[in-house]
């Protein structure tokens, strides 16, 4: 069983920055491949990036390529999102997630275990 935490949305200016954090619990955090994922109103949850056991393999979303960077770290049972170039179009709830399963593709959110509560992020012009 893991317990996500997300924290660090808030109130941004177009062009500004932001850092999310997921904290987990459990001792098995390592083991575990993180994402993150959003969901604005009115629309699905889609993937934004994610991140293997290791922190030796990232994946991200088309639209955040360049400008979002996913981390993590295992002794501190946390994974970051750091979004730079903030748009408006990027304003959403962001979730973290965890996912047991290996040989998947971490771009779905079915594959996926845990779900943290989100964080607002608001993005204005």
């Known amino acids: 069983q893991v317990q996500l935490a997300e924290s660090g949305g808030g109130l941004v200016q177009a062009g500004g920055s932001l850092r999310l954090s997921c904290a987990a619990s459990?001792?098995?955090?390592?083991?575990?491949?993180m994402g993150w994922f959003r969901q604005a109103p009115g629309k699905e949850r889609e993937f934004v990036a994610a991140i293997r056991y290791s922190g030796g393999n990232t994946y991200y979303a088309d639209f955040v390529k360049g400008r979002f960077t996913m981390s993590r770290d295992n002794p501190k049972n946390t994974v970051y999102l750091q979004m730079n170039s903030l748009k408006p179009e990027d304003t959403a709830v962001y979730y973290c997630a965890a996912a047991r399963r290996t040989g998947v593709a971490l771009r779905l959110p079915r594959e996926y275990d845990y779900w943290g509560q989100g964080t607002q992020v608001t993005v204005s012009s």
């Open positions: 459990g001792r098995t955090f390592s083991s575990y491949a």
